[in-house]
Nanobody, 126 residues
Framework: QVQLVESGGGLLQAGGSLRLSCAASGRTFSRYAMGWFRQAPGKEREFVAAISRSGGSTFYADSVKGRFTISRDNAKNTVYLQMTSLKPEDTAVYYC???????????????????WGQGTQVTVSS
């Protein structure tokens, strides 16, 4: 198993930047594809970004493409989400997730992730 802990959330104004971190402990971090998801009040959890085990492939939701960057440091067992040009509609609880199925490069589907963190709140004011 792997345990995931997110950090870096906060309250900021529109147009600002924030970097989220997700620290993993437990089994070898590099065996997991990683994803970031978010959930706003009253809405379903939605895909934000995903990264392959090596970090060589990344995928983004259209709503964040060009503004957010996912990266990972396997030596530090950490995945990051750099968020820029933040908008009020980015307000949500952000979750990181891990997928240990080797055949999948990285997924945009919540049901394909086995492990989840507790989430970190990001609030963007207008």
């Amino acid at each position: 198993q792997v345990q995931l802990v997110e950090s870096g959330g906060g309250l900021l104004q529109a147009g600002g930047s924030l970097r989220l971190s997700c620290a993993a402990s437990g089994r070898t971090f590099s065996r997991y594809a990683m994803g970031w998801f978010r959930q706003a009040p009253g809405k379903e959890r939605e895909f934000v970004a995903a990264i392959s085990r090596s970090g060589g492939s990344t995928f983004y939701a259209d709503s964040v493409k060009g503004r957010f960057t996912i990266s990972r440091d396997n030596a530090k067992n950490t995945v990051y989400l750099q968020m820029t040009s933040l908008k009020p509609e980015d307000t949500a609880v952000y979750y990181c997730a891990a997928d240990d199925v080797p055949s999948r490069v990285a997924s945009a589907h919540t049901y394909e992730y086995n492990y989840w963190g507790q989430g970190t709140q990001v609030t963007v004011s207008s």
